[in-house]
Each structure stands twice: as structure tokens, then as C-alpha cells.
């Protein structure tokens, strides 16, 4: 009842920009908290950014000054715009929500691969 939808991964040279999007659809009642994780190959799911519905955010130390996360309410989306990208953000990006539809649960995108490589 809940679908997330991440887009705007690549390639990208050391030093280049990205930036992702996570749009969420279904019977939403509201949106509670949007998160970015990432999973790089062989370690464990880590959370990147965090935002409240009341704007607040928090980032992982390895991305403060490099990373912004925003939200669009009225179109349920979240953002994650990357600069000064490293070879070590390089990991498949996944979006989650906390979302109250017909129950509060939480839901997750089919993540969106960035690989940072010159």
C-alpha cells in the first residue's frame, strides 16, 4: 500500500556530485521521519541522513558538510544531495520511511547504486 521510489544513482568521478531522490506513493496519511541508509559490499547497512517531519536533520560523521538531506512534503519526496564524493561512498543507497497509511510502519526503496571511481 506503501511504495518508495529511489532514482538519480551513477558513476561519478572523486571530488563530482550526485544527487538522489526517493519519491513515496500509496494511501499516505503522513510521512513521520525519511531516512538514507547505504550498504556497501561486504559491511553492514549504515545510516547516512535523517529528517523529521518537522525539518530537523541528523547525518552520519563520515558525510556532515558533504551531504544535505531535504524533503518535499506535498510531493513526498526526500533528497540527498552529495558533494565532494569520496571512493568510499561508494554503495547501493536505499531510501525509508516512516509512514502512516492504514498503519504506521516502515517502508524501503529498492536502493540506487552510486559508485564513485575515477
Known amino acids: 500500500q506503501v511504495q518508495l521510489v529511489e532514482s538519480g544513482g551513477g558513476l561519478v568521478q572523486p571530488g563530482g556530485s550526485l544527487r538522489l531522490s526517493c519519491v513515496a506513493s500509496?494511501?499516505?496519511?503522513?510521512?513521520?521521519?525519511m531516512k538514507w541508509y547505504r550498504q556497501a559490499p561486504g559491511k553492514e547497512r549504515e545510516l547516512v541522513a535523517s529528517?523529521?517531519?518537522?525539518?530537523?536533520?541528523k547525518y552520519a560523521d563520515s558525510v556532515k558538510g558533504r551531504f544535505t538531506i531535504s524533503s518535499d512534503n506535498p510531493k513526498n519526496a526526500v533528497y540527498l544531495q552529495m558533494n565532494s564524493l569520496k571512493p568510499e561512498d561508494t554503495a547501493v543507497y536505499y531510501c525509508?520511511?516512516?509512514?502512516?497509511?492504514?498503519?504506521?510502519?516502515?517502508?524501503w526503496g529498492q536502493g540506487t547504486q552510486v559508485t564513485v571511481s575515477s
Open positions: 525509508n520511511a516512516d509512514i502512516t497509511a492504514s498503519y504506521r510502519g516502515s517502508w
Open positions: 500509496g494511501r499516505i496519511v503522513s510521512i513521520n521521519v
Open positions: 529528517i523529521v517531519s518537522g525539518g530537523n536533520t
